[in-house]
């Protein structure tokens, strides 16, 4: 999507009456034969915009895609949409070695997801499959802590849908009550000794996806009766995580607020043996604390299982 593209979607998305394509024309710094050409080009995308006297004017907006995404959303972020992708982490890792920074990489549907561990992740159509790649300045052992600001923000994306959606730790997106998983979260990430170079956090998110497509493990929004609207889920997500980069302080708490694992009993494989006991906390920059027989230990990374009480 091009700046003119994303300048002219703001403009109209912030314009309470008619804008006139000269006005549009000066702001953007464009020729009103430029505005037309992306006007006409955005109603062939299925936004029905209408064209008076007093200028132009947004009446309905499509369902999903990347002109659709970038209408309204209140963060600074390029999208770049594919009706298909591999992986939308590998497109932004492609975007990353070319130097790109603040892009939002979203498809309709994934071939190749995977989650943590290698594992496969089930992409079918109808689910939010989006990458984040950010350059934060910030050491590469700070990185978790973008991982915990997509959870709360997937999170809060789901209850605002209209589903009680909780944390396990460190990232996995369940309904209260169940373990049933509506979201997933993969950060990779290249730095250097002092500073992450490049940092990409996929989402797959499931939204407006049918159980019968879904692994007997997880649910959707739409399966848990929440409004299945993809495109304000994806804004939502963008906008949260934008907020949470920008001041990571608000991270730990909004996590704890949400998280599921706190005051478990849980049974954790990591890379040196399994931890087993309470989850009382999280530590920056997302490590849990494991109170057990020996003491607390702090688990920075693993695979966790919660127990069910004795």
């Known amino acids: 999507m091009s700046d003119t593209r994303r300048a002219l979607l703001r403009a109209l998305a912030r314009a309470d009456d008619p804008v006139s394509g000269p006005a549009l024309a000066d702001d953007l710094g464009v020729s009103r034969a430029a505005v037309w050409k992306h006007v006409e080009a955005l109603r062939e995308a299925g936004f029905e915009i209408e064209s008076g006297a007093d200028g132009y004017a947004v009446r309905s907006v499509p369902d999903y895609g990347g002109d659709a995404i970038a209408y309204g959303l209140d963060a600074p972020y390029a999208v770049d949409y594919h009706d298909r992708l591999p992986s939308t982490n590998d497109r932004a890792r492609e975007l990353a070695v070319e130097g790109a920074a603040d892009v939002l990489v979203v498809a309709g549907e994934q ?51 209209g589903v009680d959606a909780v944390i396990k730790w460190p990232n996995d997106v369940l309904v209260a009550g169940s373990e049933r998983k509506l979201a997933g979260i993969l950060t990779e990430m290249e730095g250097e000794a002092d500073r992450i170079s490049w ?112």
């Open 199 to 310: 940092l990409i956090v996929g989402i797959g998110a499931n939204v407006d996806v049918a159980a019968a497509d879904l692994p007997e493990t997880a649910t959707s929004v739409r399966e848990a009766g929440g409004d299945a609207d993809r495109r304000r889920f994806c804004q939502r997500i963008v906008e949260t995580f934008h907020d949470l980069r920008l001041d990571p302080d608000d991270v730990l708490p909004a996590w704890r607020e949400y998280a599921v694992t706190l005051g478990r009993a849980v049974r954790v494989e990591t890379p040196g043996g399994v931890v087993e006991g309470e989850a009382v906390d999280v530590a920056f920059p997302g490590a849990l604390v494991v109170r057990t027989d020996d003491g607390e230990r702090t688990v920075h990374a693993g695979d966790c299982e919660h127990l069910r009480p004795a």
């Open 111 to 161: 071939t190749g997801g995977r989650g943590r561990l290698d594992r496969t992740w089930n992409s079918p159509s109808g689910g939010v499959y989006a990458s984040l790649l950010v350059r934060p300045d910030r050491p590469p052992a700070h990185a978790p802590i973008f991982t915990l600001a997509a959870a709360v923000a997937v999170t809060r994306a789901c209850r605002e849908a």
